[in-house]
């Protein structure tokens, strides 16, 4: 039980990373446990409506949003316009993820590290499914907060949408709905149009 506590204690260090995006109300930028929290709650909210919720198990999706981003810890968050960031963000948050599930139980700790694996591949259901809500969840808060973060960054429509290009084969619904912010964000000046 030791191990599971002195986990616990470490990861309470997620409050302490902070992202690019803001809170809706726009008076600070969110750190990484309140993203986590959010995400989570998001996918619990968006199942009822996704396109392939029949074959998502969603606890398992919530899970991944639980513990993918605990590695950032140690490798800091990466924005997601930072070229530089992702040329060594797998091998950073490899590193992170090695240390930190490491502290864990054995069964736990192989429970988490596949979890966080499978999310990082991203090729089954629920790991699709939680990358949506994980890319979704910034152009919300950017929505509700008049655009802060990319007018802060200069961030271009195109590269809004070539991030989140995938998702439209995915799940077409939520693809309109990110069309639809795209659309708000140039039409209100918080986007440059490209």
């Given at each position: 039980m030791k191990q599971s506590f002195d986990f616990l204690l470490e990861i309470d260090k997620l409050k302490k990373v902070t992202r690019r995006t803001y809170i809706a109300d726009g008076s600070r930028n969110e750190n990484t446990a309140e993203h986590s929290w959010h995400v989570s709650l998001m996918a619990m909210t968006l199942w009822e409506s996704y396109e392939h919720k029949d074959k998502v198990d969603i606890f398992k999706s919530i899970k991944m949003l639980l513990l993918h981003d605990i590695v950032e810890i140690d490798a800091g968050d990466t924005y997601a316009f930072d070229e530089d960031g992702y040329q060594d963000k797998q091998q950073r948050e490899k590193l992170a993820a090695d240390r930190l599930y490491g502290m864990l139980p054995e069964s736990v700790r192989d429970d988490y590290r596949s979890t966080w694996n499978e999310y990082e591949e991203g090729k089954t259901h629920e790991a699709l499914f939680a990358h949506i809500i994980d890319h979704i969840q910034p152009l919300m808060l950017n929505i509700a907060t008049s655009g802060i973060s990319w007018k802060e960054h200069g961030i271009h429509s195109h590269q809004v949408m070539n991030r989140n290009s995938w998702i439209k084969d995915v799940s077409p619904a939520i693809y309109s709905q990110i069309?639809?912010?795209?659309?708000?964000?140039?039409?209100?000046?918080?986007?440059?149009?490209?």
């Open positions: 069309e639809e912010w795209v659309h708000k964000g140039i039409e209100m000046g918080w986007l440059k149009h490209s």
